[in-house]
């Protein structure tokens, strides 16, 4: 079996694995100024899509161009959740080059798609394939690909803990090669409990005081993780932005959530801002919790809400995921400001971040990889993948780190 990879080798963005030049599992984009795609344009026999994050299914429609129409294989929710992604790229970036599709390619997505349960094998491109939970996001899936004498195991994005949103992956299918994510090999994550409480108790504190608190979220996964805690901390919450969708389209799939009636329930609970008549400047003025996207402050409807509270330390804004270097996120962390549509703003409003991650950590990803002492692993999706694939071989796994635009025989 030959891999060949496209994208995220070393690096987090634009995965793409091409395996013998005829199945190709994910191909996504980098986001950035300009972004970034896999270093090849493939024509493959079949695709299958392990979940629905821009990283890993952003290029997609890229695929459709011409007279080619590759079936594409993946779970309902990633399916419903990568037509989301595409036509808000459109919507952002169309008819730029910031965006390397059309309508026309997006709507070529649902002719070809392909949906599967969890544990349905199936055949893509020759190859008996398996989806496994991967404990993520809704719909998130490990890929075993068996060709008869080799079984792949692709992780894809993984999480070994519960979230309140989805339960953390138990799946430990056998195989002789592992293509393991490494997002977080050199972090242990707090404990969630610890972390939720903590970002409860300073949300309270700060409605206690007359503030008003953003929560920046990503709107897949991140912002109906938001709006459960809330609920479960009787927390009144406004929910903004592309997670809106998100939210009522999850509803329509309660196989792929930990708790189907919890998200009901924190869906009825929180409030959906229409945008309409200056409503989100009257939102930002009431002492209350405002759920939206993005959640690195790089567009959306938090552009609305950070200029209006960002006067007054009394409010905050709390981060709730990893900020990408260069995103104003990142910029607010750190330097207490933020490029806010064009101006750099300071910010007085108290910054703050959670670690509320969906991705396993280095302890997560040590026993998920128990597994499979006896196979080969091969370290991708993370910043620092060598320094893991070197840890893991003093361990006396035969493990290694592929750059992009490796090919490896396995």
Known sequence: MKLQFLGGAREVGRSAILVDDSLLLDYGMLTGNPPQYPVDSPDPDAVVVSHGHLDHVGAVPTLLSGDRRPPIHWTPPTQELALTLSRDTLKLHGGTYDCPFTETHVQRMTQVSNPHEYGETFEAAGYEVTLFNAGHIPGSAHVLVDDGDTRLLYTADFHTDDQRLVSGTTDRPDADVVVCESTYADVDHEPREVVENRF?????????EGGTVVVPAFAIGRT????????????????????????????????????????????????????????????????????????????????????EIRGDPTNKITMTGYQ????????????????????????????????????????????????????????????????????????DYDASAPEVGDVVEV
């Open 324 to 395: 990408v270097e260069g995103t104003p996120g990142r910029e607010l962390l750190e330097r207490g400001r933020a490029d806010i549509d064009g101006r750099i703003m300071p910010i007085a409003a108290q910054a703050e971040s959670y670690d509320f991650s969906a991705h396993a950590d280095h302890d997560g990803l040590r026993e998920f990889l128990t597994a499979y002492e006896g196979s080969e692993i091969l370290v991708n999706h993370g910043d620092n993948c060598e320094h893991f694939a070197a840890e893991l071989r003093d361990d």
């Open 200 to 208: 409860v108790e300073s949300l309270q504190t700060t409605m206690w």
């Open 224 to 307: 109906q993780e938001m709006l459960l805690v809330c609920d479960a901390h009787d927390l009144e919450c406004y929910v903004d932005g592309m997670g809106k969708g998100v939210t009522t389209m999850l509803r329509n799939y309660p196989a792929f959530v930990r708790d189907a009636d919890a998200l009901r329930q924190a869906k009825s609970h929180a409030r959906f801002v229409t945008g309409r008549n200056g409503q989100r400047r009257r939102i930002a003025e009431q002492n209350t919790v405002i759920v939206t996207t993005s959640g690195m402050l790089s567009g959306g409807p938090a552009m609305t809400y950070i200029p």
